[in-house]
């Protein structure tokens, strides 16, 4: 493809692009294919010749387009959310564009110039205290993985990068029952076996009892095992319960243990000072993560990490072979050496658009919206005669059940709910996922998306409810 011909595309694409987004109400918010539908359309071979972009440009549209889950529907309430947002977008072509790979100042120094300044600006906007430094990680997985690879050099002298982990003590990382799932994955990864994750109970509204973990703790103490790191969760996964960050920082200074605090989804909300409660005692934590790609309008990949100490993140991922020396050394950023992978894209472009373009103020707003949309469905769930909340509405997710008149055992219900959730996503008017809580077949509708409106989120729940009567009726 020459330039000529680029440019025409490019023409063709971006209209494409806004009608997408200004339509996007036409598709089923899930994609309603079966499994291998779309593997057999594509054929066996790649082309042995080039072909032409408009013949590539058909296939997507009649091929790949009816595989797509539209994540930026405005009725998707379905896990949490990955938005994007148009000057997202457009920060994310400019990237594509540029193409450039940004492992070192020296390699694009606006790219590591604007990270740095655009993730003091966020830590700001969250009300993280000044004593974190910023740093963008592909995904919160990877940066808690950074976190626990970290805490692990940090105790043991960084011997364990030097030496592996053979002849050291038994670590172990501590979370709630109701933790994501990326903490087991990461503790894998850590070398620290899953055998000592240790999970721990929560409370009725989910959040992590901290009285369970200084026992966890001291139990470990005494038995011979280092209580090595406590990932605190602002927001799980199931139903946004908020771990007591202060009580949980109290408990690892007082151990000498490192705290992660994991705010993937709904670290968004701290942009409102109101919602600060959340992190009290965020001072107190040695890391923490949030996901702009999940609910600040900016596209996947865009995790936000921030740590105490850059220098002991620094040392643990640092390899300086010769070909990547270069002259201005520690007077700059070579974020290369702040996570795992050497290569980097320049994630900072779309993210600095996303908040010049909203401005907090703007930001502020449509978060504030979410909120107050997710508040006015979870009352009038409250009050309906058939529907039960199943978790306390801590942010904006609402975890609910169907529950018909003189149903009442559990497994019933379950299979019940489980069905209507089938049900309401092949409507494909609205797209939610489940949960289970306490053993309940969990409904979880999230309203976070950045297009979604009260019409979105009132028609939904209309879907819902119809849907239900229709399971009755059977
Ligand atoms: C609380 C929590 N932590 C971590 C993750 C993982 O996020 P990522 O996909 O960025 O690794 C999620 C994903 O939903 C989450 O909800």
Sequence with gaps: MDIPEFREQAHKLVDWMADYLENVRQYPVKSQVQPKEILGKLPLSPPSDGESFDNIFRDFEDIIMPGMTHWQHPSFFAYFPANSSPPSVLGEMLTATLAAQCMIWQTSPAAAELEERVMQWLRDMVGLPESFTGVIQDTASTATLCSILTAREQVSDFRINEQGLSGAP??????????????????????????????????SSFAMNPAALEEAIER??????VPLCVVATI?????TAIDPIRRIGEICKKHGVWLHVDAAFSGTALLLP????????????DTFVFNPHKWMFTNFDCSAYFVKDPGALIRTFEILPEYLKTREGSRVNNYRDWGIPLGRRFRALKLWFVIRSYGVGGLQAMVRNHLAMAKSLAERIEKSDDFEMLAP??????CFRYRPKGIDDDAELNRINEELLEKVNATGQLYMTHTKLNGRYTLRFVVAQTQVTREDVDRGWEVIQQVARGLEHR
């Design 170 to 203: 038994n670590y172990a990382v501590y979370a709630s029952s109701e933790t994501h799932s990326s903490i087991e994955k990461d503790v894998k990864i850590a070398g620290m076996g899953r055998e000592y994750l240790r999970k721990i109970d929560v409370d």
């Design 235 to 239: 927001g799980t996964t199931g139903s």
């Design 220 to 225: 470990d103490r005494q038995n011979g095992i």
């Design 274 to 285: 109101e919602m600060r409660w959340m992190s009290d005692g965020v001072e107190l934590a």
């Design 393 to 398: 509405m801590s942010v904006n997710l609402i």
